[in-house]
């Protein structure tokens, strides 16, 4: 007997099977055919998918798009700036409310895991109390992971490391920083150092801000390669944007993806976030501002797609959608091969559920009862109708639900109702 039979699903890798659900886990997945359960969900024909995960997000300052102003320039500096004005009359409740609005997006959207960083430049440390709270409210559907997050500098802000620390105390879960924002690159790998180190004694993970910058002499990857493999960090932390290796010179990015690879640092790109925000003191050629996805895919590097943004200082748009975060990689790293176009697809789901450490994820016997369900044949056609979640199903619950992306036709001699769906695999 089961709680919840999920029926003739396709699974991302192809199989066509049934999976049973009982007390929130999977527990089989096989054809069930007389099987009884509490209720039945029929996904003949459609894709059947782990959740997705975003591995990099700023839930402090999501849906604050506008206040109090908009970022005029397009950049990342006055988007940190503006951030700076915001803090300054945002409230716990504003940033509750918000952060739970995205959730419920996010829910939506079969979005289950969420990696946010969390600002520790306030001495009231406001928004890690409120993102604390959040955490907790949305336990039973969102794993949400947080970052301490040095934003003005663990060192240039002068209480940065004290409030980073206090917030780890509180229970933040990540160690970050922001080593291309300290005042000098002497500072930034000092910070990577030190922030390695405060990881280790405590046994957490680090994902750092690492090298968002046009730069090409920006290299605190390499700081964080050398202090992971130097504290026995390995599989444990991961470097977001890296967009500076997009300007690096060949022959030294030749040295440096080893490296990376060696320490076992997992790589997040942000393409729709560093496609708008890199290249903007370009003329032309204007850089894209992506890191290296192909290359280091090639180096058996684990790189996952994050999202950074949605309605904030840095981002006018964004929908918590992770399939428009992977659109758009796909688009910006050229990754137009079908075995490329799928890998896109795992850049959403299992390979950023790695890099988040999280271990009853997936569609496995055992594992947490947590899936979507696509109005899609396959990862593919996800990606190109970033299709509906007709269902999604969080710890065995059903949290959502959307209907198919159909469209009523009234045109001579044509169909009365079309799906753009053409999935040929
Ligand atoms: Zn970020």
Redesign the pocket.
């Given at each position: 007997m089961f709680d919840l039979i999920v029926k003739g699903g396709t699974l991302p890798d192809g199989t066509v099977t049934d999976i049973g659900i009982a007390a929130g886990r999977i527990t089989a997945i096989e054809i069930l055919n007389d099987a009884e359960a509490g209720e039945t969900i029929d996904a003949t024909g459609d894709l059947v998918s782990p959740p997705f995960v975003d591995p990099?997000?700023?839930m402090d300052a999501t849906l604050s798009y506008g206040l109090p102003r908009i970022n005029a320039s397009g950049t990342l500096l006055e988007g940190i700036g503006l951030w700076g004005e915001l803090k300054q009359i945002m409230t716990q409740e504003d940033v509750v409310a918000r952060a739970l609005d995205y959730c419920d997006w996010a829910a939506s959207l079969g979005l289950l895991a969420i990696r946010s960083?969390v600002d520790t430049c306030d001495d009231r440390l406001l928004g890690v109390e409120a993102l604390l709270a959040v955490r907790d409210t949305v336990k039973d559907y969102i794993d949400l992971q947080l970052v301490a997050?040095p934003q003005d500098g663990f060192y240039r802000d002068p209480t940065a490391r004290e409030n980073t620390i206090r917030a780890l105390d509180m229970g933040v879960d990540v160690v970050g920083g922001i080593p291309h924002f300290e005042r000098t690159m002497a500072d930034g790998a000092a910070s990577v150092k030190e922030l390695c180190e405060i990881a280790a004694n405590r046994g957490l993970q680090v994902d750092m801000?690492c090298d968002?910058t046009d730069d090409p002499l920006s290299r605190h990857i390499e700081t964080l390669a050398y202090e992971t493999q130097r504290l026995g960090l390995q599989g444990r932390v991961a470097g977001?944007?890296l967009t500076s290796m997009h300007s690096m010179d060949n022959y030294y990015v030749s040295k440096l993806l080893p490296l990376i690879a060696e320490a076992e640092i997992s790589a997040i790109p942000?393409p729709l976030?560093n496609i708008v925000l890199q290249g903007r003191h370009d003329t032309y050629p204007k850089r894209r501002g992506l890191t290296r996805v192909k290359e280091m895919l090639a180096m058996g590097i684990n790189v996952g797609w994050?999202q950074?943004?949605v309605l904030d200082p840095?981002y006018s748009l964004g929908t918590g959608d992770m399939l428009d975060v992977a659109f758009m990689g796909l688009h910006v790293a050229q990754m137009t091969s079908p075995d490329e176009m799928r890998k896109c697809f795992d850049m959403v789901t299992v390979d950023n559920a790695k890099t988040l450490g999280l271990s009853d994820y997936g569609l496995k016997i055992g594992a947490k009862a947590s899936l979507a369900i696509l109005d899609a044949g396959d990862p593919i056609e996800a990606l190109r109708l970033r299709a509906n979640r007709l269902c999604v199903i969080a710890n065995g619950r059903i949290i959502s639900r959307s209907p198919r992306g159909d469209a009523a036709l009234t045109l001579k001699g044509r169909p009365d109702r079309i799906r753009r769906r053409h999935c040929i695999s």
């Amino acid at each position: 007997m089961f709680d919840l039979i999920v029926k003739g699903g396709t699974l991302p890798d192809g199989t066509v099977t049934d999976i049973g659900i009982a007390a929130g886990r999977i527990t089989a997945i096989e054809i069930l055919n007389d099987a009884e359960a509490g209720e039945t969900i029929d996904a003949t024909g459609d894709l059947v998918s782990p959740p997705f995960v975003d591995p990099h997000f700023h839930m402090d300052a999501t849906l604050s798009y506008g206040l109090p102003r908009i970022n005029a320039s397009g950049t990342l500096l006055e988007g940190i700036g503006l951030w700076g004005e915001l803090k300054q009359i945002m409230t716990q409740e504003d940033v509750v409310a918000r952060a739970l609005d995205y959730c419920d997006w996010a829910a939506s959207l079969g979005l289950l895991a969420i990696r946010s960083h969390v600002d520790t430049c306030d001495d009231r440390l406001l928004g890690v109390e409120a993102l604390l709270a959040v955490r907790d409210t949305v336990k039973d559907y969102i794993d949400l992971q947080l970052v301490a997050f040095p934003q003005d500098g663990f060192y240039r802000d002068p209480t940065a490391r004290e409030n980073t620390i206090r917030a780890l105390d509180m229970g933040v879960d990540v160690v970050g920083g922001i080593p291309h924002f300290e005042r000098t690159m002497a500072d930034g790998a000092a910070s990577v150092k030190e922030l390695c180190e405060i990881a280790a004694n405590r046994g957490l993970q680090v994902d750092m801000h690492c090298d968002e910058t046009d730069d090409p002499l920006s290299r605190h990857i390499e700081t964080l390669a050398y202090e992971t493999q130097r504290l026995g960090l390995q599989g444990r932390v991961a470097g977001s944007h890296l967009t500076s290796m997009h300007s690096m010179d060949n022959y030294y990015v030749s040295k440096l993806l080893p490296l990376i690879a060696e320490a076992e640092i997992s790589a997040i790109p942000n393409p729709l976030i560093n496609i708008v925000l890199q290249g903007r003191h370009d003329t032309y050629p204007k850089r894209r501002g992506l890191t290296r996805v192909k290359e280091m895919l090639a180096m058996g590097i684990n790189v996952g797609w994050g999202q950074d943004c949605v309605l904030d200082p840095w981002y006018s748009l964004g929908t918590g959608d992770m399939l428009d975060v992977a659109f758009m990689g796909l688009h910006v790293a050229q990754m137009t091969s079908p075995d490329e176009m799928r890998k896109c697809f795992d850049m959403v789901t299992v390979d950023n559920a790695k890099t988040l450490g999280l271990s009853d994820y997936g569609l496995k016997i055992g594992a947490k009862a947590s899936l979507a369900i696509l109005d899609a044949g396959d990862p593919i056609e996800a990606l190109r109708l970033r299709a509906n979640r007709l269902c999604v199903i969080a710890n065995g619950r059903i949290i959502s639900r959307s209907p198919r992306g159909d469209a009523a036709l009234t045109l001579k001699g044509r169909p009365d109702r079309i799906r753009r769906r053409h999935c040929i695999s």
